[in-house]
């Protein structure tokens, strides 16, 4: 991903607030990542920044004990 992209990304098992902070922290600490915006009544997560990794985000997001069911 180069500068001002975003991907959006479709996460399962999300329930509550709690999953939604865990989700956002988790994908925040990655290289290259300068936002991230969780919603949880869709499930979608959008990571904003430059050259991150989508398997980075994959690995990151089930760290934090959820899915990652695709990505655009």
């Known amino acids: 991903m180069s500068d001002r992209e975003q991907l959006t990304y ?12 865990a989700v956002n922290a988790s ?14 009544a869709s499930g979608m997560v959008t990571v904003r ?9 994959r690995a990151a997001v089930q760290a934090a004990g959820y899915g990652l069911a695709e990505y655009a």
Do not use: I
Not at 10 to 21: E, L, P, R, Y
Not at 30 to 38: A, Q, R
């Open 10 to 21: 479709t996460v399962t098992g999300m329930s509550c607030d709690h999953c939604v902070a």
């Open 49 to 57: 920044g430059n050259d991150v990794d989508p398997e980075a985000v």
């Open 27 to 40: 994908v925040s600490e990655l290289p290259g990542v300068s936002g991230v915006d969780v919603d949880l």
